[in-house]
């Protein structure tokens, strides 16, 4: 295997070590050994393969650097893959909790972070609390509904009062998905 080698030979050096995905960032220690390794060793020893991150990398990245519109246009982008067949169209509570579940299943597939459903505090149940090294995410969700009330029960019941010491940044995130899209409708951050 030819990596460790050209690592230890001094062509590569470690930038960076990602401990979620126990991945390194390697790159050239100069230019001239950049142009010397681009035109005789990689060539002869390396086969390239591009590397797709993927839409999980992504997300853990986003949350990570506290990128909530990056996280919206994701999670939109995802629900808007999701067939209307497999939708649940029983009744309204049904409706509402699949897109609560899909959200939810979701979080737990990144498994970086700690991710509570149905959270039960002092004042009622949040729907959705994921809490990284330094962000503390809490959601509500609506259907049918708007962000801005979404937003508003988070303040009424006091959602976030648990983390009013925590030294984490705190967004509260109102997000409504669309029954007839199956995506996310409207999404407010304060």
Do not use: H
Not at 85 to 91: A, I, L, V
Not at 93 to 106: H, N, S
């Amino acid at each position: 295997r030819p990596l460790p080698m050209i690592y230890q030979s001094g062509y590569l050096t470690i930038k960076a070590y990602d401990r979620d995905f126990n991945t390194f960032l390697l790159d050239f220690p100069n230019n001239e050994v950049k142009g010397g390794f681009l035109t005789m060793v990689a060539s002869s020893y390396l086969e390239p393969t591009e590397e797709t991150g993927g839409w999980i990398r992504s997300l853990v990245v986003a949350l990570r650097k506290g990128e909530v519109e990056q996280v919206r246009e994701l999670f939109t982008s995802f629900l808007s893959g999701i067939p209307y067949t497999m939708r649940r169209k029983e009744n309204e509570v049904e409706r509402e909790r699949y897109f609560q579940y899909t959200f939810y299943l979701i979080m737990r597939l990144v498994s970086v972070y700690t991710v509570y459903a149905e959270k039960v505090q002092s004042q009622g149940r949040v729907d959705c609390i994921v809490e990284t090294s330094d962000y503390v995410y809490i959601f509500e969700f609506k259907l049918d509904g708007t962000a801005e009330e979404a937003l508003q029960q988070i303040e009424e019941k006091g959602y976030a009062r648990e983390y009013a010491t925590d030294s984490r940044k705190v967004y509260k995130i109102g997000a409504s998905f669309s029954s007839e899209s199956g995506t996310i409708s409207d999404w407010a951050v304060n």
